[in-house]
């Protein structure tokens, strides 16, 4: 159980054009969804926390305009990065916290990533 | 301001000899640890968390508030143990994970 699903894997776009990256919680329902980016060979940087029906909390640094974050229902959260340029490119990745059935504290499940590469 | 420091990018040891991924943290708060680990071309996924007291695939990690550390140790490494390995705090009221820059375990046969 706990699997967290990405799509799409890799997308490869224009310059100026805006992409969607699909987060899911397959098989429960998050409380809280979390976007993180990774560059090359760098740490997960925490982009944002999103919770089910309101706005999600961008990190510090973290343009709200440029990624757009819809978490529509307790299984499913969006990132819309807008008007994509070359410094955009990076992989994206999404966790989703739960508390499963016979654990005592909530815990984050990642998905596979988004690799984005902006021409 | 919260930090989680993993001092080395790389680690190499041969199979069967003793592993210690060093993980240290700053935080004002209570801290509760992680260790996450990515195996090739694979999702991070939790290996053991402290407040769990647990030992996952031979791993034990133990909180040392004195010296505010959090190291990850293993007897007798293994091939399979090779992957990329992340500490992490969590902060911000309790939902949100700050990680170390990862330490890349290689075992070498």
């Known amino acids: 159980g706990a699997v967290v699903s990405q799509h799409p894997s890799w997308v490869i776009c224009k310059s100026g054009t805006s992409v969607k990256i699909e987060c899911r919680s397959l098989?429960?329902?998050?409380?809280?969804m979390f976007w993180y980016r990774q560059f090359p060979k760098q740490s997960l940087m925490l982009m944002a926390t999103?919770?089910?029906?309101?706005?999600?909390?961008?990190e510090q640094g973290v343009e709200k305009d440029k990624f757009l974050i819809n978490h529509a229902s307790l299984t499913l959260s969006t990132l819309t990065v807008t008007s994509a340029h070359p410094e955009d490119s990076s992989f994206y990745i999404c966790?989703?916290?739960?508390?499963?059935?016979?654990?005592?504290?909530?815990?984050?499940?990642f998905g596979p990533g988004t690799r984005l590469l902006v021409l | 301001a919260q930090r989680v420091t993993q001092p080395e990018k790389l680690l190499s040891v041969f199979k069967g000899a003793p592993v210690e991924l060093k993980c240290n943290y700053s935080y004002s708060g209570s801290p509760e640890l992680f260790w996450y680990v990515q195996y090739s071309r694979q999702r991070l996924q939790l290996l053991l968390r402290h407040i769990s007291r647990e030992s996952i695939k031979g791993f034990t990690a133990d909180l040392n508030k004195g010296e505010t550390s959090f190291h990850l140790k293993k007897p007798f490494a293994q091939e399979e143990d090779s992957a990329m390995y992340y500490c992490?705090?969590?902060?911000?009221?309790?939902?949100?994970?700050?990680f170390g820059t990862g330490t890349q375990l290689k075992v070498e046969l």
């Open positions: 999103s919770n089910e029906g309101s706005k999600a909390t961008y």
């Open positions: 098989d429960f329902q998050a409380t809280t």
């Open positions: 966790s989703a916290s739960s508390q499963l059935a016979g654990e005592g504290w909530e815990t984050q499940y």
């Open positions: 992490a705090l969590l902060t911000g009221g309790g939902n949100k994970l700050t």
